[in-house]
């Protein structure tokens, strides 16, 4: 995870390099938002996933910085005033406080953009076909039918009656999507065809769900100054969550079983699927 970090932040640095004219102060924006911090949970599945199909490594982290150009670029709006009002993020000024909401709202949209520019170069991937593929899933998990649905149902969540599907549906679109694409990537890379993809997509499922019931537990039992991040908001805009409906036990253990359901999922591969076992546990185990 700490290889993948710096690998992705020196991909920033790169992509990110500060012009001398006008928009200097949109790319420190985009900067501050994708640089340090964060972790890179999502290029470090896409990793894991090649590793199964053996991509080299390259194309592998040009995906990660993608998927993570789209999960920054929602971050800096979601924290915006107009949907959740965050001031931290990762431990720092969130970018409209940092910058100003016109700026968060640029380094967001552009973000966005670079997500779809760095998959279209060839560096990416020699064969278009693949990057028409990468380009078109990535489309679908970030859009209506994936995470931008999944939080336009969150924001109609405040104080409405969601029961444990509802917020399953939920999850399995704002979290859970992007989470599956970061499987889907790698199996694109490895010029896998649907049909042999079933199991790393009930892999990627399963963690999904998983994910986000330890995100709802570090909400009601973390400490910001270790999460980086705002806790307890979750309560205090009455939204139901894995935890307020199943309770901290029943959800502690609900993450488990899908944790251990997740690597059944990989009973059929050896070695190569040890990074992705791994990562099945860390995210019921961390603490942010």
Do not use: N
Request: hydrophobic share 50%.
């Amino acid at each position: 995870m700490e290889q993948i970090a710096s690998d992705v932040d020196q991909m920033f640095d790169r992509l990110l390099a500060v012009p001398a004219d006008p928009r200097a102060r949109l790319y420190e924006a985009m900067r501050h938002a994708a640089i340090g911090g964060g972790k890179r949970l999502r290029p470090l599945l896409v990793r894991a996933a090649a590793d199964l199909f053996l991509v080299d490594r390259v194309p592998a982290l040009r995906v990660g910085v993608a998927i993570e150009c789209i999960h920054v670029y929602r971050l800096i709006h979601d924290d915006m005033p107009c949907m959740d009002d965050d001031d931290l993020r990762r431990g720092r000024p969130t970018v409209h406080k940092a910058y100003d909401e016109a700026t968060a709202v640029l380094a967001g949209d552009s973000l966005h953009a670079l997500a779809f520019e760095v998959l279209a170069d060839a560096e990416t991937h020699a064969d278009p076909f693949v990057r028409v593929e990468l380009s078109a899933e990535l489309a679908k998990a970030s859009g209506p039918a994936g995470m931008a649905g999944g939080q336009m149902m969150d924001l109609v969540a405040d104080g409405a009656e969601f029961d444990l599907g509802a917020v399953t549906r939920l999850q399995q679109l704002k979290t859970g999507a992007l989470i599956g694409f970061c499987l889907e990537a790698g199996a694109i890379l490895g010029r896998v065809p649907p049909e042999g993809r079933r199991l790393i997509r009930a892999y990627a499922r399963d963690i999904g769900l998983a994910f986000q019931i330890a995100d709802d537990l570090l909400d009601v039992e973390g400490a910001a100054d270790i999460t980086g991040k705002a806790v307890g908001k979750d309560a205090a805009q009455g939204k139901a969550t894995f935890v307020s409906l199943l309770g901290p036990d029943r959800a502690r253990q609900q993450a488990q079983i899908l944790v251990d359901q997740a690597i059944g999922h990989l009973a059929g591969f050896g070695e190569e699927a040890a990074l992705l076992r791994a990562i099945a546990r860390y995210v019921v185990e961390r603490d942010r």
